[in-house]
């Protein structure tokens, strides 16, 4: 049996793309997915499946689809590449309000994020990771999802410290 942690990217923002918590573990179950949790309400799922990540994202994202019609980026991490990402983060972890990682849907080859006006917010790519470190607040910063997105050529979804934390927490546990 394998675990996943599964990002769902846009659901619940500004009331966009309403998805509650409730119904997707259900539907999960459904699937025949096992130990399905989720945390908050911002796309944040735990669960077993002998499949691979591939197939849960495929599924997750049919199921999505076919029940509330929303076309959603799905992503899979094992709770090792996880850990991993959070034991590799560059910057200082010490103001956790400006400590986040963006998951890309694959690895990238771009090194560089052409973006003027980052101003002290930095980042730094590794892997499938943008990891970001925002002194400006993420309210303000020029490196958001989507221009990740569209500069990486990738599709992200961004998480800060204490959720990236509390999900592997729960996975381990």
Known sequence: MNRYIILLRGINVS???????????EMLNELGFQNVQTYIQSGNIILDSEETKEIVCQKIKEVIAAKFGYDMPVLARTP??????????????????????????RITKESVIEV?????DKYE??????????????GSTKLTNSVIEKKLKVTATTRNLKT?????????S
Not at 116 to 120: K, L, V
Not at 164 to 172: F, G, M, R, S
């Open 15 to 25: 009331g966009k793309n309403k998805l509650p918590m409730a119904e997707l573990r």
């Open 80 to 105: 090792e590449e996880w850990k991993s990402t959070l034991e590799n983060y560059p910057f200082s972890q010490e103001n956790e309000k400006i400590v986040a990682f963006t998951f890309l849907d």
């Open 116 to 120: 003027n006006g980052i101003n002290e």
């Open 125 to 138: 790519i590794v892997d499938d990771v943008v990891y970001l470190y925002c002194p400006s607040n993420f």
């Open 164 to 172: 990236t934390i509390k999900l592997l927490e729960l996975a381990i």
